[in-house]
């Protein structure tokens, strides 16, 4: 499915289609990111987008179709350069690019078949070395700046909480203050890298001070990042609570910033 004209804007749209423009893509996001979260992702987004739903919810069908296509494509598209990292590589430029030494050199019949490992115990993941920033941090970057975690076990985490959050647009349509089938026109208005809540309130749907309760309202729904840390064993009780203090003392340094 992908060829060399692809460009690492595709693969933004595509991470953006299935996790929300609210997450702030890059290059490192796409080198971190795991195939399980992309397909945890598209089974949420699937479901949202079937053209199915919009019958029972009398929504219109055509553009639901449109989306159903789109998160479709993204997960093909996404799949695709997860599922075989070393026939593309992802350049510094963010480029992409065949790596044809791989495809022009089976493997012998009697040799296994290649396998890529994430999460490979003879490659450990890289930490970061430096030093803390001056600026207040989440709980997820302090455990990342100050070495407890490697940036790809940050990704997971933040893919982890964005999966478990509802919507800006279903919030809405529970508080009464759009209709289903206004959330599949401000889908469609939406800007390329335009945010669901502000593309609604661009385009007169919702105030401001509107956006901002559904804002507050989602950051209340959604888990604390800290529970990810502890499902997956990286941290303790005891060190979970240690750590949140420091990060409270150090976010104190900068409170006025």
Same mark, same amino acid.
């Given at each position: 499915?992908?060829?060399?004209?692809?460009?690492?804007?595709?693969?933004?749209?595509?991470?953006? /289609? =299935?996790?929300?423009?609210?997450?702030?893509? /890059?290059?490192?996001? &796409?080198?971190?990111?795991?195939?399980?979260?992309?397909?945890?992702?598209?089974?949420?987004?699937?479901?949202?987008?079937?053209?199915?739903?919009?019958?029972?919810?009398?929504?219109?069908?055509?553009?639901?179709?449109?989306?159903?296509?789109? +998160?479709?494509?993204?997960?093909?598209?996404?799949?695709?350069? &997860?599922?075989?990292?070393?026939?593309?590589? =992802?350049?510094?430029?963010? /480029?992409?690019?065949?790596?044809?030494?791989?495809?022009?050199?089976?493997?012998?019949?009697?040799? %296994?078949?290649?396998?890529?490992?994430?999460?490979?115990?003879?490659?450990?993941?890289?930490?970061?070395?430096?030093?803390?920033?001056?600026?207040?941090?989440?709980?997820?970057?302090?455990?990342? @700046?100050?070495?407890?975690?490697?940036?790809?076990?940050?990704? %997971?985490?933040?893919?982890?909480?964005? =999966?478990? *959050?509802?919507?800006?647009?279903?919030?809405?349509?529970?508080?009464?203050?759009?209709?289903?089938?206004?959330?599949?026109?401000?889908?469609?208005?939406?800007? @390329?890298?335009?945010?669901?809540?502000?593309?609604?309130?661009?385009?007169?749907?919702?105030?401001? @001070?509107?956006?901002? &309760?559904? &804002?507050?309202?989602?950051?209340?729904?959604?888990?604390?990042?800290? *529970?990810?840390? =502890?499902?997956?064993?990286? +941290?303790?009780?005891?060190?979970?609570?240690?750590? +949140?203090?420091?990060?409270?003392?150090?976010?104190? %340094?900068?409170? /006025?910033?």
């Amino acid at each position: 499915m992908l060829n060399e004209e692809i460009t690492k804007q595709d693969l933004f749209k595509a991470c953006e /289609s =299935l996790f929300g423009s609210d997450i702030d893509v /890059s290059v490192e996001f &796409l080198r971190y990111l795991q195939l399980s979260g992309v397909k945890a992702a598209f089974r949420k987004k699937a479901l949202e987008t079937h053209p199915d739903r919009a019958i029972m919810l009398a929504g219109e069908v055509g553009l639901m179709e449109r989306r159903f296509k789109e +998160v479709n494509l993204a997960y093909q598209m996404l799949s695709e350069f &997860l599922s075989y990292p070393w026939k593309y590589r =992802l350049e510094e430029d963010g /480029s992409i690019s065949e790596n044809y030494v791989w495809r022009k050199k089976p493997a012998p019949k009697s040799a %296994k078949p290649y396998s890529y490992n994430y999460s490979s115990k003879t490659k450990p993941e890289p930490k970061y070395g430096g030093r803390v920033p001056g600026r207040r941090l989440l709980f997820g970057q302090y455990l990342y @700046y100050t070495g407890h975690i490697s940036f790809a076990t940050l990704i %997971k985490a933040i893919v982890w909480q964005r =999966l478990q *959050r509802p919507s800006i647009g279903a919030i809405a349509t529970d508080w009464d203050l759009i209709f289903t089938e206004d959330v599949l026109s401000i889908l469609k208005k939406r800007r @390329y890298g335009e945010k669901f809540g502000e593309c609604a309130l661009r385009c007169g749907y919702i105030s401001q @001070y509107q956006l901002n &309760l559904l &804002l507050e309202r989602q950051q209340m729904l959604q888990p604390q990042i800290g *529970r990810y840390f =502890l499902e997956e064993r990286i +941290v303790s009780s005891a060190g979970l609570f240690k750590l +949140v203090a420091e990060l409270k003392v150090h976010n104190r %340094k900068f409170w /006025s910033s």
